[in-house]
C-alpha cells in the first residue's frame, strides 16, 4: 500500500474559485433568500386578500422588499455615491419605493422579489458554464502515487516533479503528462480528446493527465507539472475565452447605452406631459412611468449573447475541441470556403515506400542506404518513411557529414567523400540525367508521392511514397459542400499526385507543388477573394498559412503545446468529422444568439409600447419582461450544448 503523505496547501491549479464546490442548489444563500421572500410574499397578499389586514399586508411586503432586495438597494445606492452611475439596482429601488409611494406596496415587492430571482438565474447561468470547464480539470486527480526511494508514496499532484515516475493502476486516472516507462493499457481519452474508443498505450507514449487506465499496470515519467498539463492549460484557455468580448456582445453594449437613458427619458416624460399638460391623474401615471422604468432593465439582452456563447464554448470543450474565444465562433458562421493542408490532415501523414527504382547502375538497396542515410536526420515524413524502409529491410546506414535540409524542396550531405541529394523534382532539376518519364508518370498517376536520389551529376534512384486518406476526410468533405462551403488542398506535392487526391476527395480545387512561403500567398488570395476562410491544417508546419486565414485549425493538438497557443480553434484529436461539426456549432450558436436578441426587443418594444396604456403592470413588467425573458434566454442558449 502506498503511504499516504497528501498535503493541505492548496496549489495553483486549485486555488481558483472557478474549481470550488459549491453548496447543494437548496442549501446556498440565494435560494433560502428566495424561499423565504416567496413565504412572506404570500402571507402579504394572504392578509390583503382574504383577511382585509392592509396595514400588517403592506409590513409583510415591505419585509419581503428588504430580504430580497437588500442586497440589490445596497448596490443601487453605492453605484450613485461611489461610481456616479445609474444602474440597474438603483432603477429597480426607485421602482419599488415608488410603488410604495402611491399605495401599491405588493407590486413594490414583486418588483423587488422578482428582480433578484432574475440576478440569480444570470449568476447561476454564469457559475453553471464556468463549473462545466471547472469538471474537466477535476478530471484529473488531485493525488498521485509517486515512486521514491523504492516506496510509493500517495501525495498531492502538484508536490509531484518533473522527472519523478508516478504508477498509475486498473481504473485510476493519470494525475500528469508524462511518457510511459513501463507497462501497457487502454487508456480512455474521451474527456480530453472527445475520442470514444480507447487507446492502446505502451513504453515511449505518452499520457496525459486525466485519462483513465482501463486495464494494465502503468509507470509514467512525469514531464509536466500539475498547472502545465494539457488538460489545466485547455481549462485555462477555455476560461480566458469566456471572457472575450464578441463583435455582438461589443454592439449589444453599445446598444444598452444608448437604450437604457432613452427609456428613462421616455419615463419621465411619461409621468410629466399627461400631468402638466393634461392635468391627468398623477399616480396613475406615476405609476406607469415606473412600469417603462423597469422595462429600462436590458438584463435579458446583455446576457443574451455572453451565455449562449459560453454554452458553445463548453459544448465544444467536452467534445475535445479548444475555441479561442467567442468571436471565433461568430466568424465561422460566415466562412464560405475551408482550406485543407494534404498530409497530416486529409491523409494521415504516415507515408509509406511503395516502389524503389535504381538508376544508372545502382541497386534499389544503394538507393534506399543513401536515401535514408540523409532521412534519418530528418522530421519530414518522407525522410522518417525511408529511413523505417531500410529500419526493415536491415539496411546499415553510413555516416553523414555537412547535413542540410532546406524547406519544401529536400536534403543533401555528404557521404564517402560525395555529395548527395534527396529531394523533389524541382530539387534535383539541375542534374543532367534521363528519368524513366513511363514509370515516373505512372507513380505520379497512382496518387504516390516521388523523391528521388541524386548526385551533383546524375539521379541514381526514384523512391514512390504514398499517404493513406483518412477515413473522415471523403464524408467530411462532401458535409461541407452540401452547406455551401467549397474546400481547397494545399500540398508541396507533385501535381499528378495531389490530382489524384482531389478526384478521390471531390475537392473544389487544389494547389500543389508550394513551399511554405506559396501556403501563406495562396490563403492570403483566398481569403481576399472569398473575405471568410478557415484553414485547417497540423498546427505546425502549417502555422504560417493558418494565421493567414480568418480561422486557423489545428488537427491533433494533443501534446502540442505549439498548436494549442497558435491555431484559433484546437482538434485534440484528429478526426476530421469534427470540422463540420464546428461550421453546425457556430451556426446553430449565432441562431440561438440572434433568437434571444430578436426576442429581447420584440418583448422589451411591445411591453414598453402596452405600458403607455396602462395594460402592462409592474409585476408583469419584471416577471415577464425580466425575469421570464432572463430564464427563457438562458434556457434557450443550454440547447447548444445539447447538440451531438
Known amino acids: 500500500m502506498p503511504e499516504n503523505h497528501v498535503s493541505e496547501e492548496s496549489c495553483s491549479a486549485c486555488a481558483t474559485d472557478i474549481f470550488e464546490e459549491k453548496e447543494p442548489f437548496w442549501k446556498q444563500k ?133 522527472g519523478e515516475v508516478v504508477v498509475v493502476k486498473p481504473g485510476e486516472k493519470v494525475p500528469l503528462d508524462g511518457v510511459i516507462t513501463s507497462g501497457i493499457s487502454s487508456l480512455n481519452q474521451a474527456a480530453l480528446t472527445g475520442e470514444s474508443a480507447p487507446v492502446v498505450k505502451t513504453v515511449g507514449d505518452t499520457a496525459f493527465a486525466g485519462t483513465i487506465c482501463e486495464d494494465g499496470y502503468l509507470e509514467v515519467r512525469v514531464t509536466k507539472r500539475s498547472d502545465e498539463t494539457i488538460l489545466s492549460r485547455i481549462v485555462q484557455l477555455v476560461d480566458e475565452a469566456q471572457r472575450k468580448k464578441t463583435p455582438t456582445e461589443a454592439f449589444i453594449d453599445r446598444f444598452s447605452r444608448y437604450y437604457t437613458p432613452i427609456v428613462i427619458t421616455l419615463a419621465a416624460l411619461t409621468v410629466l406631459l399627461p400631468v402638466l399638460l393634461l392635468g391627468l391623474p398623477f399616480s396613475e401615471w406615476f405609476y406607469r412611468g415606473l412600469v417603462l422604468l423597469v422595462i429600462s432593465c436590458p438584463c435579458a439582452m446583455a446576457i443574451s449573447t455572453p451565455v449562449s456563447m459560453v454554452s458553445g464554448l463548453t459544448a465544444a470543450a467536452r467534445r475535445g475541441i479548444l475555441i479561442k474565444g467567442g468571436d471565433v465562433i461568430e466568424e465561422l458562421k460566415d466562412v464560405k470556403l475551408i482550406i485543407f493542408d494534404k498530409t497530416g490532415t486529409l491523409t494521415e501523414g504516415r507515408l509509406a515506400v511503395t516502389d524503389v527504382i535504381g538508376l544508372n547502375g545502382a541497386t534499389e538497396g544503394e538507393v534506399v542506404k543513401i536515401a535514408a542515410s540523409l532521412g534519418v536526420k530528418s522530421t519530414h515524413p518522407a525522410s522518417q518513411a525511408i529511413a523505417k524502409k531500410a529500419d526493415d529491410e536491415k539496411v546499415v546506414l553510413a555516416p553523414i557529414t555537412d547535413f542540410k535540409s532546406i524547406a519544401g524542396k529536400g536534403i543533401t550531405g555528404r557521404l564517402n567523400g560525395a555529395d548527395f541529394y534527396v529531394g523533389s523534382r524541382s530539387f534535383l532539376s539541375g542534374v543532367n540525367s534521363r528519368l524513366p518519364l513511363d514509370v515516373v508518370d505512372r507513380l505520379e498517376s497512382e496518387g504516390k508521392t516521388l523523391m528521388l536520389v541524386g548526385t551533383d551529376t546524375h539521379i541514381i534512384g526514384v523512391i514512390g511514397l504514398k499517404d493513406r486518406i483518412r477515413d473522415a476526410s471523403a464524408g467530411t468533405l462532401q458535409a461541407l459542400t452540401a452547406r ?4 481547397v488542398m494545399l500540398t508541396g506535392d507533385n501535381d499528378r499526385a495531389a490530382a489524384a487526391i482531389a478526384n478521390e476527395l471531390q475537392l473544389s480545387e487544389y494547389y500543389a507543388g508550394l513551399l511554405p512561403e506559396d501556403k501563406v500567398r ?123
Not at 413565504?39 to 389586514?53: D, H, N, P, Y
Not at 414598453?608 to 425575469?627: F, R
Request: net charge negative.
Open 522 to 644: 495562396h490563403v492570403a488570395e483566398l481569403a481576399t477573394a472569398y473575405k471568410h476562410v478557415a484553414m485547417v491544417g497540423d498546427g505546425v508546419n502549417d502555422a504560417p498559412a493558418m494565421a493567414r486565414a480568418n480561422v486557423g485549425i489545428a488537427m491533433g493538438a494533443a501534446g502540442s503545446d505549439v498548436a494549442i497557443e497558435t491555431a484559433d480553434i484546437a482538434l485534440m484529436y484528429d478526426d476530421l468529422s469534427k470540422v463540420t461539426y464546428l461550421i453546425d456549432l457556430s451556426k446553430k450558436t449565432m441562431s440561438v444568439v440572434k433568437e434571444n436578441v430578436i426576442v429581447s426587443i420584440l418583448v422589451k418594444g411591445s411591453f414598453a409600447v402596452l405600458a403607455l396604456p396602462g395594460i402592462i403592470t409592474l409585476w408583469l413588467a419584471v416577471g415577464i419582461g425580466d425575469m421570464g425573458l432572463s430564464l427563457a434566454v438562458i434556457l434557450n442558449a443550454l440547447r447548444i450544448g445539447s447538440k451531438r
Open 30 to 162: 440565494e435560494v433560502i433568500i428566495i424561499s423565504v421572500a416567496a413565504a412572506i410574499f404570500l402571507i402579504g397578499v394572504c392578509l390583503e386578500a382574504g383577511l382585509a389586514q392592509h396595514v400588517l399586508a403592506q409590513i409583510a411586503f415591505l419585509a419581503a422588499t428588504v430580504i430580497a432586495g437588500y442586497s440589490i438597494i445596497k448596490k443601487g445606492l453605492l453605484g450613485v455615491i461611489r461610481k456616479h452611475r445609474l444602474d440597474m439596482n438603483l432603477l429597480m429601488t426607485i421602482a419599488a419605493a415608488g410603488a410604495f409611494a402611491i399605495g401599491h406596496g405588493e407590486e413594490g415587492a414583486a418588483v423587488m422579489f422578482l428582480f433578484f430571482i432574475a440576478e440569480f438565474l444570470e449568476d447561476y447561468a454564469g457559475d453553471r458554464a464556468r463549473q462545466e470547464v471547472g469538471s474537466l480539470l477535476r478530471l484529473a486527480p488531485e493525488t498521485a502515487v509517486v515512486v521514491r526511494e523504492g516506496r510509493e508514496i500517495a501525495v498531492h499532484a502538484h508536490e509531484v516533479e518533473v
Open 484 to 487: 455551401g462551403i467549397k474546400t
